[in-house]
């Protein structure tokens, strides 16, 4: 079992930058590839980016890249999502994901990842 907790979102004008941090209770934290997810307002959950077990490859929705660089910290069970350059259509509430080594699923989809955090709120204004 992981337990994910977000923090580090909040309200910043377009063009600027926020870090989210998503910190992971266990000791395997290692074991999982990550992810990022968002969710805007009457919109489905989309995939944001990926870093996997050893933080040697990321992915990013094409939205994003360029922008947004996910990063790990295995000594502090923690995964960021760096977000710089903000946009308006950037607003929706954020969600990393622990991917359990097992998980075959494509890695850009909700299924898979087996483990949510319950998100953290990202706004941002024109």
């Known amino acids: 079992q992981v337990q994910l907790v977000e923090s580090g979102g909040g309200l910043v004008q377009a063009g600027g930058s926020l870090r989210l941090s998503c910190a992971a209770s266990?000791?395997?934290?290692?074991?999982?590839?990550m992810g990022w997810f968002r969710q805007a307002p009457g919109k489905e959950r989309e995939f944001v980016a990926f870093?996997?077990?050893?933080?040697?490859?990321?992915y990013y929705a094409d939205s994003v890249k360029g922008r947004f660089t996910i990063s790990r910290d295995d000594a502090k069970n923690t995964v960021y999502l760096t977000m710089n350059s903000l946009k308006t259509e950037d607003t929706a509430v954020y969600y990393c994901?622990?991917?359990?080594?097992?998980?075959?699923?494509?890695?850009?989809?909700?299924?898979?990842?087996?483990?949510w955090g319950q998100g953290t709120q990202v706004t941002v204004s024109s």
């Open positions: 870093i996997n077990r050893i933080g040697s490859l990321t």
């Open positions: 994901a622990a991917r359990a080594p097992l998980n075959s699923a494509i890695y850009y989809s909700s299924i898979g990842y087996n483990y």
């Open positions: 266990g000791r395997t934290f290692s074991s999982y590839a």
